[in-house]
């Protein structure tokens, strides 16, 4: 089974730190994804990466940036944290091959910005 | 751009009613659908998928099939359980830059009694 690790289940931060959300994952998948969740929005999608070193921003990129350096690894990076910015946030991985494949989730990082 | 409606929730049935959540699409191409399910407190898990049309995806007495000449993927339990309650995801997938993106519906929140 695929398995998405999020470093964090809940983690409370002040406003104006920088934030680090890591997402680790075991199934050599090519895509990762960062999502954020609330109430009444759905998934509204961060960022997204296909490859080592490269990433697109999805829908709500303002605010936040990431990095992958490592195929299995993508982090999420809240340069300046805004108590807008509270919210559950989930990872995702997919491997690359076809648009058929699903996307498996980690249990997801409940952030609380003061 | 491609677009997911669900049913708004919550869905309140009694344990061992049928179980009917709609789900219709706007997509360009072909998508490959999916149905995701999210327990209280944890990430998103897939629950089923089809990636053609007429086809039929099932897992764990839900099914839900890929209805083109009606845009749907309404998913459906003959008899649903306490432990079924959740919140229910639709989702379509396109393929951008080699990663497979999800669009996600807003979710049904499903309340099951006993």
């Known amino acids: 089974d695929v398995k998405v690790t999020q470093s964090s289940r809940y983690l409370v931060k002040r406003t104006g730190e920088k934030v680090f959300l890591e997402c680790v994952q075991d199934?050599?998948?090519?895509?990762m994804f960062w999502y954020r969740q609330d109430p009444g929005l759905g998934l509204r999608l961060i960022y997204f990466s296909y490859d080592v070193k490269m990433k697109e921003k999805g829908d709500i990129p303002e605010g936040y940036s990431v990095s992958r350096e490592k195929k299995e690894r993508f982090s999420l990076i809240l340069e300046s944290a805004s108590t807008n910015q509270t919210s559950m946030y989930l990872c995702?991985?997919?491997?690359?091959?076809?648009?058929?494949?699903?996307?498996?989730f980690g249990d997801g990082t409940r952030l609380s910005i003061l | 751009g491609n677009s997911v409606t669900q049913m708004e929730g919550p869905v309140t049935l009694s344990e061992e009613a049928f179980l009917t959540i709609n789900c219709t699409y706007t997509?360009?191409?072909?998508?490959?659908l999916f149905w995701y399910v999210q327990y209280p407190g944890e990430g998103l898990q897939l629950l089923l998928k089809?990636?053609?049309?007429?086809d039929k995806g099932s897992n764990k007495g839900f099914e839900a099939t890929y209805r083109k000449e009606t845009t749907s993927f309404h998913l459906e339990k003959g008899s649903v359980q306490v432990s079924d309650s959740a919140v229910y995801f639709c989702a379509l997938s396109e393929v951008r830059n080699a990663g497979n993106m999800l669009t996600f519906g807003g979710g049904t929140r499903l309340m099951v009694k006993p």
């Open positions: 089809a990636t053609k049309a007429d």
């Open positions: 995702a991985s997919s491997s690359g091959q076809g648009g058929y494949q699903p996307q498996h």
């Open positions: 997509a360009t191409g072909y998508p490959s």
């Open positions: 199934m050599d998948h090519e895509n």
